[in-house]
């Protein structure tokens, strides 16, 4: 006896839009592959670029195990690598949301199939795609918080991003070997030229499909495929232009509504964003007051006050913050102490790495591992002005680490002690 579906979504005339159909679907899928693939690129990189290697204080996700296997040694050149990369995940991240709404709206009827499973075969499939809906909501809904709401998820975000982003790249790259050929021939069906020149009154359904992708009985169309694909587009277009300038800068960053870090960063030398500023962590007048020292450590022991480390040979590079939420400043005037000069002072000329630790008790970014690489450059300093101005507190008076393409949060603020290793 045939199954008779319950009323509602699971019969087959519930679902009434004459646009839905296998060509609509193949389109933002197709937009989604490409954007999907360099989202997760670009995610890796961000994870790599956390030097995880180095050991537990950079290894944000413990226990990753295999899943590091191509974990290698973040780069210092170009400069500007991490703000590129991680500029272009968030963003990316945020400009496919209308793409991936319309595209879960293209196929919403299959989640209602009756009966649930016809076969074994039909139940493992129809598994998989919880996985791979599951696991792209879960990816974009823990990116988006992480980014607006200033990490709800204390310590806990990389690892449930990553682990989530190796669940649902599976689950996706199943779902596009099974479906390529199909999503191919869909492209292939109409040209997008004659959709784009085709209005509401002459849209018509796509012929029944065996996917169940047509409607059963559809209704008068209300909007055409053109309309539809406008409407996602100026929905990108729209979140585009509202974040992408706080990762481009320069005179757009005041067209970045939406980012979390647009509020006025005040003017003068130290007027660019801050992170996490000194209060908001703990900072207090006596921890950075005329009693802090620097304590360098490696062969041997040693401790300076500012004014002694400012009355050595000071350099500087030009170097922006980039922030693993997307955010980054323009080029900033550094200047201190090359990072190099100071192992070579602590008896480690060839440091093989330095553990860098803050004054900060409270929160996280307290420590963190540099290697030897970003030692080497001789554009990674400990910072003790910028733009020709002592650096504010906020910024991380008395001294702050810099190095080229670093992630923001290996950059430390209030540092208290280098100890540089073999
Ligand atoms: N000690 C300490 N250093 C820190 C942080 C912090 O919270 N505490 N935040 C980090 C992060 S996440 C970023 S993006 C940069 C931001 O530097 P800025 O506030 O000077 O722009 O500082 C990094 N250094
Ligand atoms: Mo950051």
Redesign the pocket.
């Known amino acids: 006896m045939a199954a008779v579906a319950p009323p509602g979504p699971f019969r087959p005339g519930f679902w009434r839009s004459p646009i839905r159909g296998a060509w609509l679907t193949a389109v933002l899928g197709l937009i989604l592959l490409f954007g999907i693939t360099i989202l997760f690129v670009t995610g890796l990189l961000s994870y790599a670029a956390y030097n995880p290697n180095l050991g537990v204080l950079n290894d944000k996700t413990p226990d990753k195990g295999l899943l590091g296997f191509y974990l290698f040694t973040w780069p210092t050149h170009p400069y500007w690598l991490y703000r590129l990369t991680q500029g272009v995940h968030v963003t990316l991240g945020i400009v496919l949301i209308p793409v991936l709404l319309a595209k879960l709206w293209s196929v919403v009827p299959k989640l209602f199939e009756w009966p649930p499973a016809r076969s074994p075969a039909h139940a493992l499939e129809r598994l998989s795609l919880i996985l791979l809906v599951g696991g792209v909501l879960f990816e974009f809904a823990t990116g988006v918080l992480n980014i607006q709401l200033d990490y709800i998820f204390p310590g806990s975000f990389y690892t449930l991003h990553f682990y989530g982003a190796w669940v649902f790249i599976a689950a996706f790259a199943a779902h596009v070997a099974l479906r390529l050929g199909r999503m191919w021939r869909a492209v292939r069906s109409r040209s997008l030229r004659s959709v784009l020149a085709t209005d509401t009154a002459h849209t018509e359904p796509e012929p029944r499909d065996p996917y169940g992708l047509v409607a059963a009985a559809p209704a008068r169309a209300t909007v055409s495929r053109r309309g539809a694909l406008g409407l996602v587009g100026a929905g990108s277009l729209a979140l585009l232009v509202v974040t992408a300038g706080q990762s481009i800068g320069g005179s757009l960053r005041r067209t970045a509504l939406l980012a979390p870090h647009n509020r006025n960063p005040g003017s003068g030398p130290n007027g660019f964003q801050i992170?996490k500023s000194a209060t908001a962590v703990g900072i207090t007048a006596t921890d950075i007051g005329p009693d802090w020292r620097l304590e360098l450590r490696g062969a041997r022991k040693l401790s300076f006050t500012r004014d002694q480390l400012l009355a050595m040979a000071q350099h500087t590079a030009e170097l922006p913050i980039a922030?693993?939420?997307g955010w980054s400043t323009d080029d900033q005037g550094w200047s201190g102490l090359r990072l190099s000069d100071l192992a070579a002072l602590a008896g480690v000329p060839r440091a093989a790495g330095v553990l860098v630790e803050s004054v900060q008790r409270q929160g996280s970014f307290r420590q963190v591992l540099l290697a030897g690489n970003q030692i080497r450059n001789p554009l990674s300093l400990l910072a003790l002005h910028v733009n020709g101005a002592p650096l504010s507190v906020d910024h991380g008076y008395p001294a702050r680490v810099i190095v080229p393409a670093n992630?923001?949060?290996n950059n430390t603020k209030w540092v208290r002690r280098l100890t540089f290793r073999t």
């Open positions: 992170n922030c693993v939420e992630p923001g949060v």
